[in-house]
């Protein structure tokens, strides 16, 4: 049985970083995949949303993934994740950041962005989901840019993960700038050891 | 129940061979073509294409000639001028890229090639950033020209090779059909040995003239060349038919691989016929398939291309299945296909009640709009604030400036196709005589379709303004260079065409500004809206695109905002939000000085490194 995940997120968060991350490692261990990106208007501020099939049967298909099917939701921002919350199974597992990134249009004066609300939401639909605040784990680890490798590394923690860490966190590695490399290692170990309070 | 061989596997998955990568759909076309021994391409960015071109700037050896050219009709023409030396030719391009591009294909497919053209033409079934959802395979049929239509990145690979070998052998262009979801799909791909390209030569004898008793013999020879084709591609692995059923399936394209999930995840029996060459068919083996009776459905996208050639083939030939698809409602007539649909379409073929899957939630929407700090937005905002209580109406045309339409007040009022904000101004002008008529054209859009727009206005003396967003770049799809740059697809120095120059000896009057320079883009607004008539104004409004060139400093909201809200309310800058009753401009803040230019208290000033 493969994994498949469906990843959400808004421009510049690093969701196409994180598949092509998963795809190298992937290829690291021989596993077969296949993957899709809906690049949209990312950089213009708008979402960006990506499906990644690791092992089979998934990886003899087309990347895209059937509604209520998908094993994984990485919902790099909350409202993403909550617009794409249809292609999970509802026995997968939602990891989620916490940080929201206001559309435009909700800019506090015509309406507020109720992140606090959506979290709830998501908690509310779906029984196995993980909050992540992956923005203040990257900015501990020195680069807030950093965001897709903690959720790499919460990835790398989770029960039944196909890839083991090792591969995961040099392809990751191999993908980011140089200069980059010591926060990304950091953020991806702050992501794998995070456990919420209580 | 067999397993299809899906088509991911066919290359009897080695999967830890170090020649098999992951390469997306675009990238394994380019290699295709490289591994194919191109001479020559030339391309316009166009999504979901764009990648091809790109991927042949970054790998193509230096023996291979390429080019961004002005537009995808000259793209072309370079293409067919460089098969009719013997050379093997690429052009790429999105779907209405074609229509742009299909003067020159059609009677390049009654002349013919030499040595070889495969057309790349990206279609985006939704559309996801297109506007259209047309289905090239129409156009390709009108034009006489084959199509191949992969399903994943390896046969994108396989029948771009395939392609330039059809191409070569019967001497007509081909076309390769990817669509959004192989462009920007990610899959295994093993390249096959390379070969080498070929040397151009030109031969006077005249076989590139078309004249109309040229054009009669050509027609003959292109339908009796499809004939032959289609006798050809029966016998080749672009078709594969598996299964078994009275229910049966002809597929095409990536709508191929979610069938098959469905099929598997569902347990149903069908028989399925791929097909990889689409246009001609492999008539043949489709009229066997549909001989064998039941119901067969067309599984395919953007539009029912072949649900129509598989109708015709019934009625040439009487035969007793009936045929499903978008034109008998089985599949839907608008928007792509994706498994999700498949599940649906094959569960009801099949009798079968499916669980229900939860809704999506649209509950925040989250609209593109134009980079904190673009250029565009100034000038969009000094237009629409001289039209206040004045009569103006703002043309459109398509590049990042089209997302003028999400600005607080929408900034155009047309969008219609490339060069269209030009071509419509000249419409509304002459009619619209107790309004302004203001067309906005970025600088590619420009010189792609907006020059002969422009001519036709000088001609006419239309009274109308044309604003050219100058940001020295082709932005929305990726900053490729255009000719109004000093760069080429793989040389940093270039010959520029200056287009306040161009537009003066068109005989426009022509004015200039930087929008980053606020009260000078304000004072052209205002001039150029209450100007007596006098013919075409064209105002260059040049500042570079903030994602090349960000700005140097960041603004700040003081203690002095009394919390008007003017810049949130009309700016719609992504960088300002509203807390604690007060603007705030965050670090995505790029330094435009726009709101630092309108805000009636001077309350934004330049953020200092001490604060």
Same mark, same amino acid.
């Given at each position: 049985?493969?994994?498949?995940?469906?990843?959400?997120?808004?421009?510049?968060?690093?969701?196409?970083?994180?598949?092509?991350?998963?795809?190298?490692a992937?290829?690291?261990?021989?596993?077969?995949?296949?993957?899709?990106?809906?690049?949209?208007? @990312?950089?213009?501020?708008?979402?960006?949303?990506?499906?990644?099939?690791?092992?089979?049967?998934?990886?003899?298909?087309?990347?895209?993934?059937?509604?209520?099917a998908?094993?994984?939701?990485?919902?790099?921002?909350?409202g993403?994740?909550?617009?794409?919350?249809?292609?999970?199974? =509802?026995?997968?597992?939602?990891?989620?950041?916490?940080?929201?990134?206001?559309?435009?249009?909700?800019?506090?004066?015509?309406?507020?962005?109720?992140?606090?609300?959506?979290?709830?939401?998501?908690?509310?639909?779906?029984?196995?989901t993980?909050l992540?605040?992956?923005?203040?784990?990257? #900015?501990?680890?020195?680069?807030?840019?950093?965001q897709?490798?903690?959720f790499?590394?919460?990835?790398?923690?989770?029960?039944?993960?196909?890839? =083991?860490?090792?591969?995961?966190?040099?392809?990751?590695?191999?993908?980011?700038?140089?200069?980059? &490399?010591?926060?990304?290692?950091?953020?991806?170990?702050?992501? &794998?050891?995070?456990?919420?309070?209580? | 129940?067999? &397993?299809?061989? @899906?088509?991911?596997?066919?290359?009897?998955?080695c999967?830890?061979?170090?020649?098999t990568?992951?390469?997306?759909?675009n990238?394994?076309?380019?290699?295709?073509?490289?591994?194919?021994?191109?001479?020559?391409?030339?391309?316009?960015?166009?999504?979901?294409?764009?990648?091809?071109?790109?991927?042949?700037?970054?790998?193509? +050896?230096?023996?291979?000639?390429?080019?961004?050219?002005?537009?995808?009709?000259?793209a072309?023409?370079?293409a067919?001028?460089?098969?009719?030396?013997?050379?093997?030719?690429l052009?790429?391009m999105?779907q209405?890229?074609?229509?742009?591009?299909l003067?020159?294909?059609?009677?390049?497919?009654?002349?013919?090639?030499? /040595?070889?053209?495969?057309?790349?033409?990206?279609?985006?079934?939704?559309?996801?950033?297109?506007?259209?959802?047309?289905?090239?395979?129409?156009?390709?049929?009108a034009?006489g020209?084959?199509?191949?239509?992969?399903?994943?990145?390896?046969?994108?690979?396989?029948?771009?090779?395939?392609?330039?070998?059809?191409?070569?052998?019967? +001497?007509i262009?081909?076309?390769?059909?990817?669509?959004?979801?192989?462009?920007?799909?990610l899959?295994?791909v093993?390249?096959?040995?390379? *070969?080498?390209?070929?040397?151009?030569?030109?031969?006077?004898?005249?076989?590139?003239?078309?004249?109309?008793?040229?054009?009669?013999?050509?027609?003959?020879?292109?339908?009796?060349t499809?004939?032959?084709?289609?006798?050809?591609?029966?016998?080749?692995d672009?078709?594969?038919?598996?299964?078994?059923?009275?229910?049966?399936?002809?597929?095409?394209?990536?709508?191929?691989?979610?069938?098959?999930?469905?099929?598997?995840?569902?347990?149903?029996?069908?028989?399925?016929?791929?097909?990889?060459?689409v246009?001609?068919?492999?008539?043949?083996?489709?009229?066997?398939?549909? @001989?064998?009776?039941?119901?067969?459905?067309a599984?395919?996208?953007?539009?029912?291309?072949?649900?129509?050639?598989?109708?015709?083939?019934?009625?040439?030939?009487?035969?007793?299945v009936? *045929?499903?698809? #978008?034109?008998?409602?089985?599949?839907?007539?608008? +928007?792509?296909?994706?498994?999700?649909i498949?599940?649906?379409v094959?569960?009801?073929?099949? /009798?079968?009640?499916?669980?229900?899957?939860?809704?999506?939630d649209?509950?925040? =929407?989250?609209?593109?709009?134009?980079?904190?700090?673009?250029?565009?937005?100034?000038?969009?905002?000094?237009?629409?604030?001289?039209?206040?209580?004045?009569?103006?109406?703002?043309?459109?045309?398509?590049?990042?400036?089209?997302?003028?339409?999400?600005?607080?007040?929408?900034?155009i009022?047309?969008?219609?196709?490339?060069?269209?904000?030009?071509?419509?101004?000249?419409?509304?002008?002459?009619?619209?005589?107790d309004?302004?008529?203001? @067309?906005?054209?970025g600088?590619?859009?420009?010189f792609?379709?907006?020059?002969?727009?422009?001519?036709?206005?000088?001609?006419?003396?239309y009274?109308?303004?044309?604003?050219?967003?100058?940001?020295?770049?082709?932005?929305?799809?990726?900053?490729?260079p255009h000719?109004?740059?000093?760069?080429?697809? #793989?040389?940093?120095?270039?010959?520029?065409?200056?287009?306040?120059?161009?537009?003066?000896?068109?005989?426009?009057?022509?004015?200039?500004?930087?929008?980053?320079?606020?009260?000078?883009?304000?004072?052209?607004?205002?001039?150029?809206?209450?100007?007596?008539?006098?013919?075409?104004?064209?105002?260059?409004?040049q500042?570079?695109?903030?994602?090349?060139?960000?700005?140097?400093?960041?603004?700040?909201?003081?203690?002095?905002?009394?919390?008007?809200?003017?810049?949130?309310?009309?700016?719609?800058c992504?960088?300002?939000?509203? #807390?604690?009753?007060r603007?705030f401009?965050?670090?995505?803040c790029?330094?435009?000085?726009?709101?630092?230019? *309108?805000?009636?208290?001077?309350?934004?000033?330049?953020?200092?490194?001490?604060?």
């Amino acid at each position: 049985m493969g994994t498949d995940l469906f990843l959400a997120g808004v421009g510049g968060q690093g969701t196409i970083l994180l598949v092509r991350v998963l795809l190298a490692a992937a290829e690291r261990a021989g596993l077969p995949a296949v993957a899709s990106e809906t690049l949209g208007m @990312a950089q213009r501020g708008g979402s960006v949303s990506a499906t990644v099939r690791l092992g089979e049967p998934g990886a003899r298909y087309s990347p895209l993934i059937a509604r209520g099917a998908a094993q994984l939701l990485v919902g790099l921002e909350p409202g993403e994740a909550l617009r794409y919350l249809d292609f999970l199974s =509802p026995t997968g597992t939602l990891l989620v950041g916490t940080d929201g990134v206001p559309p435009a249009g909700l800019n506090g004066l015509q309406g507020t962005y109720p992140v606090a609300e959506i979290l709830a939401k998501l908690r509310e639909h779906h029984v196995r989901t993980h909050l992540l605040p992956a923005r203040d784990l990257a #900015r501990q680890a020195g680069q807030v840019k950093a965001q897709s490798a903690v959720f790499l590394g919460a990835l790398a923690g989770l029960p039944d993960w196909p890839l =083991p860490a090792e591969t995961l966190l040099g392809a990751l590695e191999e993908l980011v700038p140089a200069k980059a &490399r010591e926060a990304n290692t950091m953020a991806f170990g702050l992501g &794998r050891d995070y456990r919420p309070e209580g | 129940m067999a &397993r299809s061989p @899906a088509p991911n596997e066919r290359r009897s998955g080695c999967w830890m061979s170090g020649i098999t990568k992951i390469r997306s759909g675009n990238e394994a076309i380019a290699l295709g073509a490289i591994d194919a021994g191109i001479g020559v391409a030339a391309a316009y960015p166009g999504t979901p294409s764009t990648e091809v071109m790109e991927s042949l700037t970054s790998w193509a +050896g230096s023996e291979i000639h390429l080019q961004w050219s002005a537009n995808e009709k000259v793209a072309l023409e370079v293409a067919l001028a460089a098969a009719g030396t013997g050379v093997r030719a690429l052009t790429a391009m999105k779907q209405v890229g074609l229509n742009v591009a299909l003067d020159a294909l059609m009677t390049g497919a009654y002349l013919g090639v030499k /040595g070889a053209l495969v057309l790349v033409v990206a279609d985006d079934p939704g559309p996801h950033s297109s506007q259209t959802e047309q289905d090239t395979r129409f156009l390709a049929k009108a034009a006489g020209v084959p199509v191949l239509d992969p399903a994943t990145p390896q046969q994108a690979y396989d029948f771009t090779r395939l392609a330039f070998q059809v191409s070569e052998r019967f +001497g007509i262009p081909v076309i390769v059909r990817p669509t959004t979801r192989l462009s920007h799909g990610l899959g295994p791909v093993r390249r096959g040995e390379p *070969i080498p390209g070929t040397t151009p030569s030109f031969t006077k004898d005249g076989r590139l003239v078309i004249m109309p008793a040229v054009a009669t013999k050509r027609h003959g020879w292109l339908r009796e060349t499809l004939q032959e084709l289609s006798g050809f591609l029966a016998t080749t692995d672009l078709w594969e038919r598996w299964g078994t059923g009275n229910l049966g399936f002809v597929t095409s394209g990536v709508a191929d691989l979610y069938l098959r999930e469905a099929l598997e995840s569902l347990g149903v029996n069908a028989r399925v016929l791929r097909l990889g060459a689409v246009h001609p068919l492999p008539e043949e083996p489709v009229a066997a398939f549909l @001989a064998e009776g039941g119901e067969v459905y067309a599984i395919e996208e953007p539009d029912s291309f072949l649900e129509e050639r598989l109708l015709l083939l019934k009625g040439q030939r009487d035969l007793a299945v009936k *045929i499903r698809g #978008r034109l008998s409602g089985d599949l839907p007539g608008t +928007g792509e296909l994706s498994p999700t649909i498949l599940r649906q379409v094959v569960a009801r073929a099949a /009798g079968q009640t499916l669980s229900p899957v939860r809704e999506p939630d649209t509950a925040y =929407p989250r609209p593109p709009v134009l980079c904190a700090g673009c250029p565009h937005r100034s000038v969009f905002y000094a237009f629409q604030r001289a039209a206040r209580g004045k009569r103006v109406v703002f043309t459109g045309d398509i590049g990042c400036y089209t997302l003028g339409v999400t600005m607080p007040v929408p900034a155009i009022d047309t969008c219609l196709c490339m060069g269209g904000a030009i071509g419509m101004a000249n419409g509304l002008a002459p009619l619209l005589t107790d309004t302004k008529v203001v @067309a906005f054209l970025g600088d590619s859009t420009f010189f792609h379709a907006g020059i002969p727009g422009l001519i036709n206005a000088v001609h006419e003396s239309y009274n109308l303004t044309l604003v050219i967003l100058d940001n020295d770049t082709t932005a929305m799809t990726g900053f490729q260079p255009h000719p109004g740059m000093a760069r080429k697809a #793989r040389e940093k120095t270039a010959r520029r065409v200056d287009i306040a120059d161009l537009c003066r000896s068109l005989g426009a009057e022509v004015s200039q500004v930087d929008p980053r320079d606020f009260q000078a883009l304000w004072a052209e607004a205002r001039r150029l809206l209450t100007a007596k008539p006098a013919g075409p104004r064209v105002l260059v409004a040049q500042a570079p695109c903030v994602q090349k060139e960000p700005g140097q400093v960041r603004y700040q909201v003081t203690e002095a905002c009394d919390g008007c809200s003017l810049c949130v309310r009309e700016a719609g800058c992504p960088a300002i939000t509203w #807390r604690n009753d007060r603007a705030f401009i965050d670090e995505s803040c790029t330094g435009c000085h726009l709101c630092a230019a *309108i805000c009636p208290t001077d309350a934004i000033g330049v953020l200092s490194h001490g604060n």
